[in-house]
């Protein structure tokens, strides 16, 4: 069965820091990859997503990752965050042979001190 | 957010009791998703349902739990019997027809049990 690790559960940073959230999974064939944010209260938003072609991935509010096949990662990455990036981020992978069915991530909690 | 709608937000039960949580796709979309996620946990997989058919339960308890997708009217997912085990914030995700498109999530319903 696949399963996805984000090794850094909780991660505390200064604004206008640089951001890098690990993700790695476990499946050797196709995959569809996703990263969702879940600000405080809120419901899961896509960020960004890969399902084939070029793998930086550029999604919203600035974020991108990165997909390396090689290393079953699809790290998320942002240059400056804000304080308003505040919130939980959750990795997810789909692989081709398990239907419609998203595997997550146990999410990192992001807190941007101001 | 103008998509899935979950009801109620909040649900408290007591042991032994009936919970039914609800949930209303995004317009045009006629794929249904449950996930459970477990404090201080990622979001788990429960199942997977189209207008009336169930795709995959593989996430599902065996017993007490149940989901369900009419013609008319929202998803309902309905656990029986409660127990403390079954505190957590339940989401409901929905996409369209085409198969791995990004699913797009409520607010999920927290359930606790007394």
């Keep these: 069965a696949q399963s996805v690790s984000q090794h850094n559960h909780h991660v505390i940073l200064s604004e206008a820091a640089s951001l890098e959230l690990g993700c790695n999974y476990s499946y050797g064939g196709t995959v569809n990859l996703f990263w969702y944010v879940q600000y405080p209260g809120q ?39 804000q304080w308003s990036d505040t919130a939980e981020y959750f990795c997810a992978v789909n692989a081709n042979n ?17 | 957010n103008a998509g899935v709608m979950q009801n109620p937000r909040h649900l408290v039960r007591r ?10 796709p995004m317009k045009g979309h006629s794929h249904v998703y449950w996930y459970r996620q477990l404090p201080e946990e990622g979001l788990k997989f429960m199942v997977y349902l189209q ?12 017993e ?38 990004p699913q797009h999530f409520g607010d999920g319903t927290r359930l606790s049990i007394l």
Excluded at chain 1, 49 to 75: C, H, Q, T
Excluded at chain 1, 98 to 114: C, D, E, I, Q, S
Excluded at chain 2, 15 to 24: D, P
Aim: proline content about 5%.
């Design chain 2, 64 to 101: 007490r739990f149940s989901a369900e997708f009419p013609k008319e009217g929202p998803s309902i997912l309905r656990i029986q019997q409660v127990v403390r085990g079954d505190s957590a914030a339940y989401f409901c995700a929905s996409s369209t027809d085409r198969e791995v498109q």
């Design chain 2, 15 to 24: 042991r032994g009791q009936e919970a039914r949580l609800r949930c209303s």
């Design chain 1, 43 to 81: 419901h899961l938003q896509l960020l960004l997503k890969y399902f084939s072609g070029d793998p930086l991935v550029k999604g919203i509010k600035g974020f991108e990752a990165e997909f390396i096949k090689s290393k079953f990662s699809f790290n998320l990455r942002k240059p400056s965050v």
């Design chain 1, 98 to 114: 398990a239907g419609n069915m998203l595997t997550f991530g146990g999410g990192t909690r992001l807190m941007v001190k101001p």
């Design chain 2, 51 to 62: 207008k009336e058919n169930i795709i995959d339960e593989s996430g599902m308890p065996k």
